[in-house]
């Protein structure tokens, strides 16, 4: 009677084990795919072009000496370094319009029972739908009305018309999350509705926010088409198009320095989200899911 109960148990045991060993083999294929662009950019950064276009070279390895010939002419040959700088001064610029335009406009679709609240939230976030490069035309207008055009106030002009929407939507869901108690407990301590939000909803709503400006800081970040557009002298290209238009010339492709700009302009970013990742990913399930 003993093995008879036992042998189940132990079937039982070796689906579990049989579980977690394909568990564990799918998550290294994962982890392998997605470690394999950054280990690429990394041995193409310091690979010598002899062994970069040899046929008979294995490409995974280093198959001469690692070099530093590509890090140089990335810096010293190119505005890699103005790229980075306009990049940070866009993707600040459109964070901090981001959030002053979405705080407001979230907080009052979300809690003030405003009629059609709900729907006017939901066409708000179909405009982020849209694909850019439809939009490009008519801001191209406003661009050029402005003055602004081959400036990088042109990327800051147009870039939260993609922020704003996702931005929006996603605090809406957010703010529904407090709990109106506290803010109408603030309200009866002598706070007005200003010092309610300051002092209450914001800081309940931190997440929300880091999640909101980690979003518009990527969008500025990885955008391609609006700068292809707006901006055409090198000194006020962003990285994203400041290393491929000046690194890919015809059919010449500079692969070395093209990796190092991609790593040494990525590995900021990642630092960036991993310090900020709890926030973000509280940030997006709270505010897409309540």
Known sequence: MALAVAQPRSRRLTRQQRTTILRGLALA???????????????????????????????????????????????????FVVWMANSLIIGVCVVLITLVTAVPAGYALARLHLPGAQQMGMAIFATYLVPPTLLFIPLTRVVHTL???????????VLPTISIPFAVWLLMGFFKNVPFEIEEAALVDGANRAQAVFRVVLPISRAGLAAAGMFAFAISLQAFIYPLVFTSSTAVKPVTLGVVTDLVRGDLFYWGSLMAGALFAGIPVALLFNYFLDDFVEGITAGSTK
Request: proline share 5%; aromatic share 20%.
């Open 29 to 79: 294929v994962y982890a392998l795919v997605a470690v394999f662009p950054f280990y690429w950019m990394v041995i193409t950064t310091f690979k010598q072009n002899s062994d970069l276009y040899s046929e008979t070279n294995n490409p995974l390895w280093f198959n001469a000496a690692p070099t530093l010939a590509n890090v140089q002419y990335l810096f010293e040959q190119t505005r």
């Open 147 to 157: 003055g602004l055009q081959n400036t990088i106030w042109s990327l800051v002009l």
